[in-house]
């Protein structure tokens, strides 16, 4: 079994930066990815970013790319979001998770183990 503990979340100025953390406890392996994923009021959950634990690669949504960098601390079972440029439509629970594959999704479905999520409020 596979526990995910976000933390990090706040409430910012536009323009402001975050950094959102998701430890990982209990199963681990050397071949899965992490992702974050969010979810705005009155919206589906979308997918933020990915990163593969072995290797390092990863994959962004397009509204992200070049404000949001993800990265992982292997040893302490960490991924981390360092969230740029905060814009308001950024505001959303942000959620992360752990699929047991060494190749990296953006899809929900793919992922089986999910963090209860950290809301970010980017005010304008």
């Known amino acids: 079994q596979v526990q995910l503990v976000e933390s990090g979340g706040g409430l910012v100025q536009a323009g402001g930066s975050l950094r959102l953390s998701c430890a990982a406890s209990?199963?681990?392996?050397?071949?899965?990815?992490m992702g974050w994923f969010r979810q705005a009021p009155g919206k589906e959950r979308e997918f933020v970013a990915a990163i593969a634990w072995s290797g390092g690669s990863t994959l962004f949504e397009d509204s992200v790319k070049g404000r949001f960098t993800i990265s992982s601390d292997n040893a302490k079972n960490t991924v981390y979001l360092q969230m740029n440029s905060l814009k308001p439509e950024d505001t959303a629970v942000y959620y992360c998770?752990?699929?047991?594959?060494?190749?990296?999704?953006?899809?929900?479905?793919?992922?089986?183990?999910w963090g209860q999520g950290t809301q970010v409020t980017v005010s304008s």
């Open positions: 998770a752990l699929r047991f594959s060494g190749e990296y999704s953006r899809f929900m479905n793919a992922y089986a183990y």
């Open positions: 209990g199963r681990t392996s050397s071949t899965l990815t």
